[in-house]
């Protein structure tokens, strides 16, 4: 199986990279198109900023390529965040694969939200063998509203999406390669699909 992970810039890329090779797998990083579209599967990783991100995006193409593959392909974090259609974080147009906004937690909670929480209405088969309110490690100060693409929520405040789904794409709000076994579990889920 070939696995690529999106290599522009934008953090967590070693961490991912350790996850899939625990579960006996190797990963290369990329940002060329053509090795991106031959994988079997695309991780799109993000620690960072939004528009400077999607800057990075746009200087190689790569903002043009993710919306076109045809094979699985798992947003982590700011990666999940970038693949929605706009973040109010540096005012920023994303790729427009989730038709929703990404919106900055307000002043009634501490932002960042840093550390475990729990994910739940789990409806994917990314969750295979996940239980309901299992603990993920989180780290955003931006989220996704509930909308019809969620495939798992948490409540931080209010409840939002941590995870989304549209056709071959996957979103995660939390770092599956930063959570314990279950997190692992998702990565092996992904690679399964």
Not at 45 to 52: L, N, Y
Not at 138 to 163: D, M, Q, R, W
Not at 169 to 181: A, L, R, T, W
Request: proline share 3%; charged share 25%; hydrophobic share 40%.
């Amino acid at each position: 199986m070939k696995i690529v992970i999106i290599n522009y810039g934008a953090g967590n890329i070693q961490s991912i990279k350790f996850a899939i090779k625990r579960l006996g797998f190797e990963a290369v990083l990329s940002d060329n198109e053509e090795e991106i579209r031959n994988a079997d599967k695309v991780i799109f990783p993000g620690v960072g900023e939004a528009s400077s991100a999607m800057e990075k995006l746009k200087a190689t193409g790569l903002d043009k390529v993710i919306p076109t593959l045809k094979q699985p392909v798992l947003g982590i974090c700011l990666g999940m965040q970038l693949m929605c259609k706009y973040c109010e974080e540096g005012d920023t147009n994303g790729l427009n694969i989730f038709d929703v906004d990404v919106l900055r937690f307000k002043n009634d909670v501490k932002v960042p939200q840093i550390g475990w929480n729990q994910i739940s209405n789990l409806k994917s088969d990314l969750f295979k063998g996940i239980l309901e309110n299992e603990y993920m490690y989180l780290v955003h100060s931006y989220y996704v509203p509930l909308n019809e693409e969620t495939i798992a929520t948490t409540e931080y405040g209010f409840k939002y999406a941590s995870a989304l789904q549209e056709k071959n794409f996957y979103g995660v709000q939390f770092h599956p390669e930063k959570s314990s076994k279950a997190g692992e579990q998702i990565v092996k889920n992904f690679l399964e699909l």
